[in-house]
C-alpha cells in the first residue's frame, strides 16, 4: 500500500551537513496527503529512536531534544518526498536512519516519548534505512 525509499546517507566530517530524501510510493487509492510521517534512527547496538515528525500537511513539526536547532524536517506533498535537513552534525548522530509512515495523527506518539519500542511499534510503514556516518 505504502512504499519508503530512503536516499543521502553517506559520509561527512563533523561540523557537516546533509539531506535525507524519502519517497513516499502509495497504491491506488491512498494519498501521501494522509501520511503522518518521521524520521528514526538506530545506532549500532541500540534501540531505534525517533528523530523527528511532521504532520500530513507539514503545519506540525516535532524534534527529539538532540537534533533541536541542528536538524530540520519538511515535506513536499506534490513531490510525493519528506525531508531532512541535517546541520552541524556529530559523530553521535552516526546511525541508519529510517523514513516512517502511518495514516493516524502521529506526532505525540513520537516526541516527545518515555516509551521508544512504544513509538516504533506505532508507525505501519517503514522504509530500508540509509546510513549515515559522521567521521570525528
Known amino acids: 500500500q505504502v512504499q519508503l525509499v530512503e536516499s543521502g546517507g553517506t559520509t561527512v566530517q563533523t561540523g557537516g551537513s546533509l539531506r535525507l530524501s524519502c519517497v513516499v510510493s502509495?497504491?491506488?487509492?491512498?494519498?501521501?496527503?494522509?501520511?503522518?510521517m518521521a524520521w528514526f534512527r538506530q545506532v549500532a547496538g541500540k534501540q531505534r529512536e525517533g528523530v523527528a515528525a511532521?504532520?500530513?500537511?507539514?503545519?506540525?513539526?516535532t524534534y527529539a531534544d538532540f537534533v533541536k536547532g541542528r536538524f530540520n524536517i519538511s515535506r513536499d506533498n506534490t513531490r510525493n518526498t519528506m525531508y531532512l535537513q541535517m546541520d552541524s552534525l556529530k559523530p553521535e548522530d552516526t546511525a541508519v536512519y529510517y523514513c516512517v509512515a502511518d495514516r493516524r495523527w502521529c506526532l505525540s506518539s513520537v516526541l516527545p516519548t518515555t516509551d521508544p519500542a512504544a513509538a516504533v511499534a506505532f508507525f505501519s510503514y517503514w522504509g530500508q534505512g540509509t546510513q549515515v556516518t559522521v567521521a570525528a
Open positions: 502509495v497504491a491506488s487509492g491512498y494519498s501521501v496527503n494522509d501520511l503522518c
Open positions: 511532521i504532520s500530513t500537511g507539514g503545519s506540525y513539526t
